[in-house]
DNA sequence: TTGTAAGCGTTATCAC
DNA sequence: GTGATAACGCTTACAA
């Protein structure tokens, strides 16, 4: 890591190292004939002041870290892609780690955040940290971290922080209403991992949306606890044979969604004729193939924009209450949803 | 960025600040006592050394750079994943940054990596930088980065440095060759973005594969130079309505991939009763709706876990000569290589 | 308008 | 074993 520094261009241009530092800044008074000599040497030597020294001396990076539980996933890589973009534009730094989804990797993450000593941190946690004690340790590694957060996508209960988060209940409210305005009647439900908060959030949605509109929830059309495709499918599979099953389901999860196509291949049954349903996001290759398949959907590249400019709008007014951003996910039909006559 | 330092640490443990650098880095001689009352103090502050003042002290940083074209594509992001694993485990700090296939960009990555002095780079440039002088120019920002560099993906010609490569070309001859042999005469070969090496290599592939088989090439048969889906798809219909077309082709890409299966599915074609073929890399989503797409497989997370390690070996053998790690694409067939009886 | 010098929070080199 | 002290490369008063 040898390279020239402030202290040789200083030297070689004739000057103090003050002034080379204000050229690179281009703030104090320095004359125009001093500039240009500086920013020659500064050229021919190819200088790039270092960001280490930098901000060891101004008390402030100018990194932000980023902590998602995977960087493998259409949902995530799309927050990635969204938050990296501003920061590239404003000339930021990106610190990225990823969690897998595991609470003592995110606080690993959490720590390497503070120990680069991050401006800023995006994150969205491994898990909600809802108990009393867990929402006491977290709070106080996140005060530890020296600068804001924005919480992106999980929240975390009674935090008092920035966030952007997806209207899970309303989006699974409105998928599910839809059904019932397509005209179905025994409507269930893959709820995904009610462990987190929104997959409770969506589970609610749902239940409010068949009890408003004179419904009545049936239990056994409730799968809920079901964490990946494999426990989706099974059930599902189960589900789907019985004789009174439902006509429709709402999806919750990427995940479920392919544990319940998979069973529905295997059994051979034909959307949206045999079983119509709705789903919460899109699938990676959804659009690729252009399938038919209705879904909630999120911007998800301009969630994670919106984080990164929440999280640089809280630089300039640190003092501004804690803002929280809503994101209504839009409905989007396109023919699973139908019922269709009975043949 | 406020914060308690070494300083306090050794003031309220009552010693210097040399011996709890010393606690932090276990080395140097310190008593158990003396250790242990330092520890408390730490521990009771929470104390976190600052990595930014710890780098320019030792002149090494652990950041580690890496440069992606886009984070919101599942070959790359697979990448990043590989990546990100291997430096977590290793105590590495990641800095991610995108190029968008973009030259301007690209140099602005590279040089917000130098800013930071990362320890190391792994790169996956936006371009292969071929001219005379797109190349020195490339040779010099590399070198001016101070610190080892893999280039992941794609090749830059001449360039002596550690790489992690796909081999294009024999995926491209054995995936070709596994149309022949399933009995195809007529090849076609959409083969995308000739821009690119990784573009050229692949249809060299190809038209290896026809030539050594005895068949021979045909120039309307080559769709060459498509850089998205948008223009495979025109090319494709086009070709696919001639009364001669081919009946296989070797699709060197995703993109040109998404166009054909677009053409096919307007012009109602079945695959591979009407029309067969071997893509590039899976679909995104391809394994989630299990269709039977053969293609050539790339284990992109491993192929960033060995950019990762070449990396860090690099890091304790300077001086070891340039390493040249090809994988080999593995060839899955599923389908859509066959060819089907005259109906 | 410019230079000097005192930090920033570490590590590393010495004496003790 | 331990503690001053000088780097590391930069910014920022403060003088000049």
Redo the contacts between chains.
């Keep these: ?3 020239v520094n402030i202290q040789d261009i200083a030297r070689e241009a004739g000057v103090g190292k003050a002034t080379v530092s204000r050229v690179i800044n281009g703030k104090g008074y320095v004359s125009r004939e001093t500039a240009a000599k500086v920013k020659a040497v500064m050229e021919r030597h ?1 200088y ?6 930098r ?2 001396s101004k ?3 100018d ?1 932000i870290g980023l902590i998602i539980p ?3 996933n ?1 949902f995530f ?2 927050l ?2 969204g938050v ?2 501003v920061l ?1 534009k404003c000339g930021y ?6 969690s897998g989804n595991d609470r003592e ?1 995110d606080y ?1 993450a959490l ?2 955040m ?4 991050v ?1 800023g941190l995006i994150y969205v946690p491994a898990c909600n940290y809802e108990s009393e004690q867990d929402f006491e340790e977290m709070s ?1 590694r996140l005060g ?1 971290l ?2 804001p957060c924005v919480i992106l996508d999980r929240p975390i209960n009674k935090l008092d922080c920035d966030c952007v988060l997806s209207d899970n209940f309303s989006g699974a409210y409105a998928a599910t209403e839809a059904l019932i305005h397509a005209g179905h009647r025994a409507i269930g439900v893959i709820a995904g991992n009610t462990q987190l908060m929104i997959g409770r959030e969506r589970l609610e949605g749902y239940r409010k949306a068949i009890l408003q509109n004179g419904l009545t929830l049936h239990k056994p059309y409730q799968i809920t606890g079901t964490f990946g495709q494999k426990e989706a499918y099974a059930q599902v599979l189960a589900l789907l044979q019985k004789p009174d099953r439902p006509t429709a389901f709402f999806i919750a999860n990427n995940h479920s969604e ?1 544990g319940f ?2 069973a529905v ?1 295997d059994l051979r049954l034909k959307i949206p004729a045999d079983i119509a349903f709705v789903g919460f996001d899109e ?4 659009l ?4 038919p398949y209705s879904c909630l959907n999120r911007e998800v ?1 301009q969630l994670g924009a919106k984080a990164a400019q929440m999280l640089i709008r809280r630089f300039d007014e640190p003092a501004r209450p804690a803002e929280r951003l809503v994101v209504v996910p839009r409905l989007c039909l396109r023919g699973s949803e139908k019922r269709m006559p009975k043949r």
Tied chains: 1, 2.
């Excluded at 790039?48 to 020294?53: D, G, H, V």
């Excluded at 503070?114 to 000593?117: L, T």
């Excluded at 690729?288 to 399938?291: A, D, Q, R």
């Design positions: 890591m040898k390279s190819h790039q002041p270092s960001a280490l020294a901000s060891l008390r402030e990076s990194a995977e960087a493998n259409p890589s799309g990635l892609t990296s973009e590239d730094t990106l610190i990225i780690r990823t990797r690993r720590e390497a503070r120990y680069q000593r401006r106080s530890d020296g600068g392919i196509l998979n291949r699938l990676p290759g959804q690729v193939f252009e399938l590249v």
